[in-house]
């Protein structure tokens, strides 16, 4: 991959402030696609495959969970955090809900 459009350093008990990054830059992007979570760092890649990264954060720290779902991540919430073997974790964005998904009837 190239260099990233932008980067921010996460710092721990400040998602707030990383997730305000995420709000402000992603007007650069396009469509979102990809989404690849290192131990360390966190890549958001769009249909282009231009990216921004987030560094200081990976699928072992808790406030992972909020970052990926703030961009629409499709992925288990409770296996984000086991290690695995491979370089990165990849998931597929867009995820969308369904109408009236959180009303209980």
Known sequence: MSTPRATHDHTPGALAVTLEFLKRTRAELRSL?????????VH?????????????????DADII?????VNTAFNPETIHQPIEAEYKEF?????????????M
Not at 44 to 60: A, C, L, M, P, S
Not at 92 to 104: I, Q, S
């Open 33 to 41: 696609h990809r989404v690849r979570v290192w131990k360390d760092h």
């Open 44 to 60: 958001i890649i769009d249909v282009n495959k231009d990216f921004f990264e987030v560094r200081g954060i990976g699928y072992g």
């Open 66 to 70: 909020p970052l990926l779902q703030s």
């Open 92 to 104: 597929g964005t867009g995820r969308r809900y369904p109408w009236a998904y959180d009303r209980v």
